[in-house]
């Protein structure tokens, strides 16, 4: 027997299939042990040592591979094709090492980069080492990012109370949409004209020609600046006789994409799908583990992590026969295309991501797959086969028009692009971001000296724009050009600083919170040199070396500690002073913008003496008079989006900021939009107890209009009619958050629940789940699960449910934790069987934990019993009452502080 070692279930049953009853595959579901989440275990005294657990789940993970090993012929570690699956399965050896379960075991690697039965049996003819290199690499990275984490958060969390954590590549991924935010904030929009004339033909033809050059110098985009110059303009193109002074028509070739890797297919699946990158990093994990298939469970992507562009010959054959076969030999190249990747390292020259087949079609498979996978499927077999297709033969006219108005000439362009043959275009065409795409038609037949006739003048006003806010899929490309981490990590950024509350989408753009900004703007006064792109760029590049064998990694950590930890010590002599100052200098556009009217936008709105700046509390940063104590003006900072003139702040704090929003139609009371002490909120009316209502989390006051702030003042609103009871379900916003409520039930809102939209069903499903007690924990609203499907041995049904610890899987009687390598939107169900199954054989199920409870608590019981029973005869009245007393001071409730304790304790 051979034992082979993996990642995932999915990928084990997978390649089990594929090997048959001489194999037998395990998954280590991800890594076994990591570094203990403390002090120390990264240690720069120590030559760097590393301190590595393993948990709970990776403790039982190695213990069935050490039992499976036991007489094998040898152990054979099948991990991903990069740093991360190396440095699994370097784990895995050195794990079992430790165990001492390995002894004289021969230990085969192997790595393919489809899960097919061709490439899976390819790969076991051709085993090698542990590449020790790229596990280096991987040691190097997980060092840094400890070292920085670890030494950096702890102090954001001394000098900027509310801030969260900082990391190397994620505190630099912040700092470009910080930047971006400066740009748009500080960005000076400038007023320009353009003239467009239209046109006709002698023949009748139809046509717009631009404004670019008069009495022979070229007019730029902004050279006409005011209303004045355009209006003369127009004026002599009404007056003008226009004549064709030149036609030059040019071919030229649209050349097709190279197929993907994983930045472009995260950018490409954001833009045209609409998904987030770590959305689409799960559906592509999910489609290169496989999928049931009529019945066969097959991989139908390859490898996902990858920075490669080119292709294996045998997939450039097939690609070239697909597009011979569907499209016709006409769109087939003449000579095979070859792409090569602009990255120093890619990916260890991984293959680019393509279907493992393809002769498989979209429409063919879409049948078996979920709607998402189907698209993302589609879109990489789309490009995929784009790539290796004729290029599109375009023709571009460029036609330069004469107006001669009496002496003065004033010249006009028109442009016109045809395509002549669609080649890849009939399949495919690149999203763009931040540009529109070129859709010029074709200019009517013209020729040099023939005359045209003015048809229309048109002076357009325009005004320049700022830079457009990033995309998660632009801030992905953006990265990968400064080469900011790799593409494999992007996601699990992204995703982080949406976590820390560092930044919000709106409109699918990135918007840096006020937590963010600050935390950008204290690392650049304190820890530049950390937060540079080209500092970041080359630690990566020294991780690709070290992965190439070129350097050492602990000489890399070396140099790099030595400076890093200088730069710590010396914000220990920080003072608050010096921090606020350097924040109120780079934040100072941000906080305080120019109103535009002369006027000082720190003046305090209240006193009218006082300089409003920036304060740090226990809870994080504010906005304060300078003249505190006398005056006590706050507020919060810029981002709430309440412009106001600080009317109605009080001593307390108020409303620092009002906003009037419009009328109530029914009571003509005025809306009003304010930035209280405690968030932003909308009020009707005035007075000493107006009707308020605070904003959900995640509605940015900035998107309140005066319809939403009518349905927030609306609330409670009845959503529901209870099934059993009959009384309404109420759906409102409280001290904790949006909630629904029937009678004294009370059950919180979910992540992705609106407050004014959540319709009935699932409002019942929250209150029957917390009047039936599910969930546990009492403050968050019971999780009814998402079902799975049943077990095929026991026929329950099992769900995925998320808990107070992280998402698990039940069947009803046996509860597992999902590893931290699965996620709960992507767990499968022969997934969720193996961890259960696991989980049963280690004695865990709810009867057994409840029964284990019960015997503990029964037999000192029946001990007490006894006891009770003989002291009872010998009690006298006394005696009795005053234990009676004794127990009603019990009863008494604990103190406040007390309470506190315990439940801390618990």
Known sequence: MKVVVVESPAKAKTINKYLGKDYEVLASFGHIRDLPAKDGSVDPEDDFRMVWTLEDRGSKRLSEIAKAIKGAEKLILATDPDREGEAISWHVVEALREKRALKDLPVERVTFNAITKDAVQTALRQPREIDQALVDAYMARRALDYLVGFTLSPVLWRKLPGARSAGRVQSVALRLVCDRELEIETFKSQEYWSLIATLATKDGGIFDARLVGADGKRIQRLDIGTGAEAEAFKR???????????????????????????????????????????????????????????????????????????????????????IGKEYGERYVPGVPRRYTTKAKNAQEAHEAIRPTDMGRLPKQVAKYLEPEQAKLYDLIWTRTIASQMESAELERTTADIAAQVGPRRLDLRATGQVVKFDGFLTLYNESRDDEGDEDEGRLPPMKAGDPLERRRIVANQHFTEPPPRYSEASLVKRMEELGIGRPSTYAAVLQTLRDREYVRIEKKRLVPEDKGRIVTAFLESFFRRYVEYDFTADLEEQLDRISNSEIDWKQVLRDFWRDFSAAIAETKELRTTEVLDALNELLGPHIFPDRGDGTNPRACPSCGTGQLSLKLGKFGAFIGCSNYPECKYTRQLAASGVEGDGEGASENGGTPGVKVLGEDPETGLQVTLRDGRFGPFVQLGEGEKPKRSSLPRGLSPALVDLDKALKLLALPRTVAVHPETGEPILANIGRYGPYVQHGKTYANLGKDDDVLEIGPNRAIDLIVAKESGAGGFRRGAADPGRPLGEDPETGKPIVVKAGRFGPYVTDGETNATLPKTVAAEAVTLEEAVALLNARRAAGGTKKAARGRKTAAKKAPAKKAASKKAAGEKSATKKAATKTASKAAVARKPASRKASAKAAKAS
């Open 236 to 322: 002599d193109l009404e007056l003008a006789t226009f004549t064709v002074a030149n036609v030059e028509a040019k071919p030229a070739k649209r050349h097709p994409y190279p197929p993907f890797t994983t930045s472009t297919l995260q950018q490409e699946a954001s833009r045209k799908l609409g998904f987030a990158p770590a959305q689409t990093m799960r559906i592509a994990q999910r489609l290169y583990e496989g999928v049931d298939i009529g019945g066969e469970t097959v991989g139908l992507i390859t490898y996902m992590r990858t920075d490669g562009v080119d292709m294996a010959p045998e997939a450039v054959q097939a690609a070239r026969r697909v």
